[in-house]
């Protein structure tokens, strides 16, 4: 099993940036990438972001590189979502998963989430 437990969102005025973070507990030793998902009112569940647990190499949504960059402290066991230049667009809960086999964009290649936490963004 593997737990998961975000914070850091909040209300924040567009073009400023917010920090999410995701502590992981568990069998981290199983996890093959962690990743950033966020749903709007209304709307799918969405991949903003993900990084493999190990080694490091990270993959984006279109809508947000270059604005948003994921990292990870594995003593820690944290990963975080910074999140710049933040558009309104961006209003939603993100929730962070854990997949233990490969995962990427797909809410499905996802094993572990956690409750989420709110981003609103307002003009």
């Known amino acids: 099993q593997v737990q998961l437990v975000e914070s850091g969102g909040g209300l924040v005025q567009a073009g400023n940036s917010l920090r999410l973070s995701c502590v992981i507990s568990?069998?981290?030793?199983?996890?093959?990438?962690l990743g950033w998902f966020r749903q709007a009112p209304g709307k799918e569940r969405e991949f903003v972001a993900g990084?493999?647990?190990?080694?490091?190499?990270?993959w984006y949504n279109d809508s947000v590189e270059g604005r948003f960059a994921i990292s990870k402290d594995n003593a820690k066991n944290t990963v975080y979502l910074q999140m710049n230049s933040l558009e309104l667009e961006d209003t939603a809960i993100y929730y962070c998963a854990a997949g233990l086999g490969i995962a990427t964009f797909s809410p499905n290649e996802y094993d572990y989430w956690g409750q989420g936490t709110l981003v609103a963004v307002s003009a």
């Open positions: 568990g069998r981290t030793f199983n996890i093959y990438a």
């Open positions: 990084i493999r647990w190990s080694g490091g190499t990270t």
